[in-house]
């Protein structure tokens, strides 16, 4: 027990190694830019002003999606989803699996879960205790349930889902931004340096070594970025990419395609200037999520009358309780 202990507690301290991996290359490149570069190596005023100001920009963003995508804890699913005590009792005191099924199922029904196991079984954590919203999964590094679960990020430390996707997304566009703007602005003077236009001394080492780290981590970036660009296009997740949403009609990669235009929505919010800011906009609780087409009548896991119990969100209410048999979204065109 104490042996466990011990090597969680070692796995813990060494997750945090890519994070200061990366935090120390963030603040050696505000050095070698700012004091090296802008300080010691230009000469023209009117630059050195603009580089330092929009670098300044740029290096803020930069840090504080970064910051955000680190220390915003992942959402975990609400109560609502949690075993009472007496269906606890009663799910571990019952050896026939059948009637475990059966025992899930009947608490399934009164929840808006609609996407099922592959096996077509209600989704439970067993670790958790819980039965699993739509799109969430359990994250063994975490050792918890994530809404909306994407993946867990080494470089952040942190499980990417619902409540901090959208930070990780601005976190990959400003570092790119920022790596572009190093090596646009450094360029001119690696070349100068190498040309011999420039005396040797500390200044010409780190503004070689800027740009070839600008550029490296702007190549690696870009494929990153480019990759969650077309999953927030398809409003997919990491997950769901690899391994679709299974619903009662079976696994259907478009099943939260709702458009382009809405699968921004979903992550970004509907008022457009707050998408580049690090503030929490997405749409929805997390739990529940709209579909491109949903019928009551092909899910087993919905009862026809009382759908969600009186602590569901107004959304969940509206959504679950409607007499129209059917929801469908319309979507883009």
Not at 25 to 46: D, H, K, P, Q, R
Not at 86 to 96: C, G, T
Not at 202 to 223: E, G, P, R, T
Not at 286 to 313: K, W, Y
Request: net charge neutral; proline share 4%.
């Amino acid at each position: 027990m104490a042996l466990s202990r011990g090597l969680r507690c070692c796995q813990r301290i060494f997750s945090w190694i890519p994070v200061i991996i990366i935090t120390m290359v963030m603040l050696w490149s505000y050095y070698a830019y700012v004091f090296e570069l802008c300080l010691f190596t230009i000469t023209n005023g009117f630059e050195k002003v603009a580089y330092l100001a929009v670098f300044h920009v740029c290096f803020v963003m930069f840090a504080w999606t970064y910051w955000k995508s680190i220390f915003t804890p992942p959402s975990q699913p609400s109560k609502q989803f949690h075993m009472s005590y007496s269906d606890k009792e009663r799910y571990e005191n019952e050896e026939r699996s059948e009637v475990q099924k059966q025992i899930l199922l009947d608490i399934a029904k009164r929840l808006p879960v609609y996407t099922r196991a592959a096996s077509g079984a209600v989704r439970f954590c067993d670790r958790c205790q819980v039965i699993k919203p739509d799109r969430c999964h359990h994250c063994s590094l975490c050792e918890m349930c994530v809404l909306k679960m994407d993946h867990h990020c080494p470089w952040v430390n942190n499980c990417i889902g619902f409540s901090n996707y959208k930070f990780f997304l601005l976190f990959l566009t400003y570092a790119m931004v920022y790596c572009v703007f190093i090596a646009s602005t450094v360029l001119q003077y690696f070349i100068k340096f190498w040309a011999g236009e420039l005396p040797n001394g500390h200044a010409k080492f780190h503004v070689l070594f800027l740009l070839f780290v600008a550029l490296m981590f702007f190549v690696s970036l870009m494929f990153l970025f480019g990759y969650h660009c077309w999953l927030v296009a398809k409003n997919r997740s990491t997950l769901e990419a690899f391994q679709y949403p299974t619903f009662h009609n079976g696994p259907d990669k478009n099943g939260f395609n709702l458009g382009f235009s809405k699968n921004l929505q979903q992550v970004f919010g509907e008022d457009r200037k707050y998408w580049f800011i690090p503030t929490f906009t997405s749409l929805g609780d997390g739990h529940f999520f709209p579909m491109r087409f949903l019928s009551e009548s092909r899910n087993p896991l919905l009862a026809s009358e009382e759908q969600c119990e009186d602590g569901g969100s107004d959304e969940e209410n509206y959504i679950l309780r409607r007499g129209d048999p059917s929801v469908t979204i319309e979507l883009d065109t």
